[in-house]
């Protein structure tokens, strides 16, 4: 059995994000002091709609919906700070509580306790890290087939540290897990009826169509380039398809497509269509599009479809693997938030954060269901996409101090992972002296900078740069050898610039 261990704390944070005086963890109904809860009300103004989809979706009162959402401001930023810290120790983290009031961190040391307690979430020691779940979920999406259907879905739940898979036949895919070689007591396999499948003909934000028969939903609007368009669900069209928006006026064309395995696609428009930086609430306004965040697991959650207009829920688990009748499609978020065929490419927004789009799902919404959607971020990374945003274009990528060096390299990276220089490219110095290096990146993200060198048949980091900012700076003295940088994303998405000189 897995050793779970749950301590508490009873700090008061503050929530520098939005300058308030946050309620503090564990309190539910009733605020630090009465004028923090009035300060707290009027200084956080949720999209138009989000609040009473919450209170319709959820069970919430007025009150309950709008302290969710300042708890989940407060406390998401202290993931990747734990994340970062604890490293192969992290069990991963989740929102607790009707009003998401406690941040749980998990971890495999319970050294990491005090850590976790300081930074003002709840701790829990868990037998497995996060890194080890889905090294097993991989393995498992290897060896179960896609036909015939024996698991249709699986995912790492963090809150019962296990790997859950979901099997219409659970006999069948007990028998299978155990001949795949993989430490069966992180697996629970569950008997479950969920068949889901793409959510086909319908709209997400607004409609667009595919031919004559295939209608799909806009997720969110893009650019590459002076190239405007917008990403969708890889499953409603194929490169070189031509769409028609919902008036049903030539409007675009899909670019690239990815479908199965992935679930995503992005169509460049024509010079008639202007995308903004919104997506549609269902109610006749828009919701603003401020950045691709992405939320805390048991965070809130909205989707836009144009079948089943605006409705809401909480992110339950993420790197969900689904077998849909085409194939498999992994690196799914998995929600609670009800969907119906048509709801295909539509927008999965948090407050103002985009999440992603719908990709499937099961169940509807008179009696509620299970929907899946494809993140952000991996998108705008495969097709080299900026996200349209209410502060406008990115900002030009600042070099900072990083000017004057001989040599430069460039990349863009998602939150994980990591570049690095082949043996190839890296380069070698023939004298004692000393390596500069200066990494410098986009505001908002966290990118650190190593310095290795080839040591037999080995790379070994000699020199390590991790702040919280996106710019860093290396300045070792080595001797003659082979080196090379790696840049890592400890968390947010977008392009860097690496210049760097040796001896």
């Known amino acids: ?265 992005w169509v460049a428009v024509n010079a008639n269509w202007t995308s903004k930086p919104a997506v549609d609430n269902g109610e006749g306004g828009t919701v603003p599009v401020v950045s691709a965040k992405v939320a805390v697991e048991g965070a809130s959650v909205c989707r836009s479809g144009s079948t089943t207009d605006w409705h809401c829920g909480l992110i339950q688990q993420r790197d969900a693997s689904v077998t849909y009748p085409q194939g498999n499609v992994f690196g799914l978020t998995r929600t609670n938030v009800c969907a119906e065929p048509g709801d295909s490419g539509g927008a999965f927004i948090s407050v103002d954060q985009a999440q992603g789009v719908a990709s499937g799902g099961s169940g509807d919404c008179s009696l509620g269901g299970t929907t899946y959607f494809q993140p952000i971020i991996p998108i705008l990374a495969a097709y080299g996409l900026s996200l349209q945003t209410t502060v406008g274009n990115p900002p030009a990528l600042s070099t900072g101090t990083c000017t004057g060096y001989p040599r430069a390299a460039t990349g863009t990276l998602i939150s994980g992972q990591t570049a690095a220089q082949t043996p190839a490219l890296g380069y070698r110095s023939t004298a004692k002296g000393i390596h500069s290096g200066c990494l410098a990146a986009n505001a908002g993200v966290d990118f650190d900078l190593y310095l290795q060198k080839r040591i037999g048949s080995t790379w070994r980091t000699v020199a390590t740069a991790e702040g919280v900012t996106p710019n860093e700076q290396i300045a070792y003295t080595g001797t003659a050898g082979l080196y090379r940088y790696q840049v890592v994303s400890s968390s947010g998405f977008g392009p860097y610039t690496l210049g760097f000189n040796a001896p």
């Open 1 to 265: 059995m897995s050793r779970r261990h749950a301590i508490t704390t009873g700090y008061v944070l503050a929530i520098t994000a939005l300058t308030l005086t946050a309620v503090p963890a564990g309190a539910e109904h009733q605020a630090a002091n009465p004028t923090a809860a009035v300060t707290a009300s009027a200084a956080l103004k949720p999209p138009p709609g989000m609040l009473e989809a919450l209170q319709r979706d959820l069970g919430l009162t007025p009150a309950q919906a709008q302290t969710r959402l300042l708890n989940e401001a407060r406390l998401t930023p202290i993931v990747p700070q734990l994340q970062k810290a604890l490293g192969e120790r992290f069990g991963g983290a989740w929102f607790r509580g009707t009003t998401a009031q406690n941040l749980v961190a998990a971890t495999t040391s319970t050294a990491d306790i005090p850590q976790i307690l300081a930074a003002g979430a709840q701790a829990e020691v868990v037998t497995w890290p996060l890194t080890h779940l889905a090294s097993i979920k991989k393995k498992l999406d290897r060896a179960l087939p896609v036909r015939p259907v024996v698991a249709s879905v699986r995912y790492v739940d963090v809150k019962t540290n296990k790997v859950v898979v979901l099997a219409p036949k659970p006999e069948a895919a007990e028998t299978l897990v155990e001949s795949a070689g993989v430490d069966k007591s992180a697996v629970v396999v569950l008997p479950s009826n969920e068949q889901p499948r793409p959510l086909y003909d319908l709209v997400g934000g607004q409609a667009y169509y595919v031919g004559d028969t295939t209608r799909c939903s806009i997720g969110f609007p893009i650019f590459k380039g002076t190239q405007n368009g917008f990403i969708t669900a890889g499953h409603c069209g194929t490169p070189g398809q031509t769409t028609a928006g919902f008036n049903r006026i030539a409007q675009g064309v899909f670019q690239a497509s990815s479908f199965p395995t992935n679930d995503y696609a």
